[in-house]
């Protein structure tokens, strides 16, 4: 028996850390994908980014990337350089899943309130995978468990309050019924966030 399995036994290996990672990023890519097709948004820097890629003809995927270099900084300094890394792996993944994806997929047709509930849960599913394996998208994501771990505020609740708030900005740019429609999946993803990742409950991390 190794020294880490010593110290707990329901700790991750790596292997499952890249499985769980892997299956997080696709989960999520699907998800944003559904929502990029809806002409939604969300929250965090995923929904920034997906507002500011209905304003400049740059590709999503390099968006997302670029807005969440500031937050890579933000986590070296206060969750150490294990999570920092991953989660720049998981944010390198999605970026590249977004342009991967609309070539896998083309959809003639797409329910826009399906497409906003399903891509917010899909989102909110593989950012559970992340968390408990030790990363996230980056974003909103770093700051609203940086909270958690400090002041014991649910990180679900944390971001939904940010990632509303970045909703509603999207009335400049989206038509008001997609934006209400955007504010409510955002308040879906978060609520599979705090129903599902409290401080203490997992213990396989």
């Known amino acids: 028996m190794t020294g880490r399995e010593e110290a707990n036994p329901l700790a991750h290996s790596p292997v499952e850390d890249v499985l769980g990672i892997a299956t997080g990023t696709v989960v999520a890519s699907i998800g944003l994908f559904l929502l990029k097709s809806a002409g939604a ?13 209905y304003v400049v003809p740059i590709p999503f995927g390099v968006i997302f990337l670029a807005v969440n270099l500031p937050f ?5 300094w206060k969750k150490g350089w294990n999570f920092t890394l991953r989660t720049a ?26 497409a906003v509930l399903a891509g917010n849960l899909l ?3 593989g950012l559970l995978v992340l968390f408990r394996h030790k990363a996230s998208l980056g974003g909103f994501n770093i700051l609203a468990l940086l ?15 940010l990632d509303v708030t970045l909703v509603l900005c999207a009335f400049a740019v989206v038509p008001p019924l997609t934006v209400l429609l955007s504010a409510a999946g955002a308040v879906v993803l978060n609520l599979v966030l705090a129903l599902n990742h409290r401080p203490g409950r997992y213990a396989g991390v």
């Open 41 to 53: 948004v969300t929250g965090g820097t995923a929904g920034l980014a997906l507002l500011l890629s």
């Open 72 to 76: 890579f900084a933000l986590a070296a």
């Open 89 to 114: 792996a998981s944010v390198a993944l999605v970026s590249v899943l977004s342009l991967i994806n609309p070539l896998a997929v083309v959809i003639d047709h797409l329910d826009p309130v399906w």
């Open 123 to 125: 989102a909110g599913m």
């Open 147 to 161: 909270l958690q771990e400090k002041f014991g505020w649910r990180a679900g609740y944390v971001q939904m309050a």
